[in-house]
Structure formats: C-alpha cells, structure tokens
C-alpha cells in the first residue's frame, strides 16, 4: 500500500464505548497528525507526533488518547465520547524535519475515519 | 493567532471555465507557508499547491494557480479550464511558522468552499 491509510474508514459506537482508530503512513515521514473535521467548522489539529514524540495537543478532551508506536503508525483511542464527538478523523503525515518556512513539506491525508457517536 | 477566511461557501461554475476561490488570512508573521486541499466526496485532502510567503512568484501547478497578494494578504486559487472531476470542497490552510524540528507542520485551515462544476 502506498500513502496514508486509515481503518476503519466508518466506526459507530456508544457513548460507553471503547474503540480505536488506526493510521498507517508508507511514506517514509517522521511526523503524523490528528485532525477532526466537524460538520460546518473548520478542520482542528488535535494531536502532533513528531518522531514518536507528541509535539502538540490542542486542548484534546482526555477521552481522545492518542498513541505512536513508531513513525509510521499512529492510533487514536476512544472512551465515553459524546453525540458531539461525531466527526470524520483525518490523519495525516509530513517529513517532520522542517524547520523554518523552507520548502512546502506538504501534510498528507488519509481518506478519514467517519465516527457517528449515539 | 492566525486565521483563514474563506468567504464563499459554495459556488457554481461551468465545465471548461476558469474559476476563482477567495482566501484571506490574518497573521502577524513575516514567515508562513499557504496552501490549498481538494476534499472529494470520499473525504481525503488532496494537496494542490503551495505558496511561501517570501516567493516573489505566484505559484502554478498544472490548472492550479495561487493568485498572492501579500499586502492585502489574500491567497485565491484559480481553476483554469474546470472540469467535472474539480467538483469538491477546496480549503485554504497556512502553515505556521516553525524554527523548531521537533514541533511538526502545524496548519491552520479555513472553512472550505464547496465547488460544483456543470457540464
């Protein structure tokens, strides 16, 4: 497989729950991203990896907890989420090495998991 | 802070006719990175095209082309010769700045306009 793949690409759960949502980069970057697409708002970063190492979290209820095992894979765990949590889940990866504005170092998106929390 | 600001929140437009989407964004950067993603129906971000804030050219890529006014701080994306594939949600993202390795490529993105190409 080739780019950034995310499983499952639907997930519907309970309010009491517990579930995961995986990505797997095959391109060689060192950095991954979460990012939460809610209906009428803009994207939101949740979460930065940046070789294995959480870089950023942006206020992220403790019901999200993500996890990095290695640079090409990244997890997402979900605990007694709410109705509002019901979003699509975008990861993505870029080379992690920039520094400064030099270069474009594009984020590369996987196709998103589609979460519907009752 | 930063912000983006996509004020057309959905449009029509011809097949074979260019079309122009409107990006402003506030910042208080020297340095910072633009770009724009395709988001078809099956919901991936799809990259088009970068612009640096210090390139003193506007950046193309194919039928893609960013129009930058940095003074009025404006990034547009121009679709030329549109095509019925092009219909999706476009959205408009700044990079911020980042001097340090460890930090990642954090982007900031505005709220997407939706384009529907008609044949």
């Known amino acids: 497989e080739t780019g950034v793949t995310q499983t499952p690409r639907h997930l519907v759960m309970g309010m009491t729950n517990k579930k995961s949502l995986k990505c797997e980069q095959h391109l060689g970057h060192n950095a991954m991203y979460w990012y939460k697409q809610s209906a009428k708002k803009p994207l939101e970063l949740m979460f930065v990896y940046n070789f294995k190492e959480q870089t950023e979290n942006n206020s992220v209820p403790s019901r999200f907890s993500p996890e990095c095992p290695n640079s090409s894979h990244l997890f997402l765990h979900l605990h007694t989420l709410q109705p509002e949590d019901s979003a699509l889940y975008l990861c993505a990866s870029s080379q992690g090495k920039e520094t400064g504005i030099s270069g474009a170092n594009v984020l590369t998106f996987g196709a998103g998991s589609r979460l519907t929390v009752l | 802070a930063q912000k983006i600001t996509q004020t057309q929140p959905g449009m029509f437009v011809q097949e074979k006719e260019a079309v122009t989407l409107d990006c402003t964004y506030d910042t208080s950067d020297q340095s910072y990175g633009l770009f724009w993603y395709k988001q078809p129906s099956s919901g991936e971000m799809i990259f088009l095209i970068y612009?640096?804030?210090?390139?003193?050219q506007n950046a193309t890529e194919g039928r893609y082309s960013l129009n930058f006014q940095k003074a009025r701080k404006s990034a547009n994306l121009v679709i030329s010769a549109s095509q019925l594939g092009d219909s999706a949600m476009y959205f408009c993202?700044?990079?911020?700045?980042?001097?340090?390795?460890?930090?990642?490529?954090?982007?900031?993105f505005g709220g997407g306009t939706r384009v529907l190409v008609k044949p």
């Open positions: 993202a700044m990079r911020e700045p980042n001097m340090i390795k460890a930090a990642g490529n954090k982007l900031t």
């Open positions: 612009q640096g804030s210090y390139d003193e």
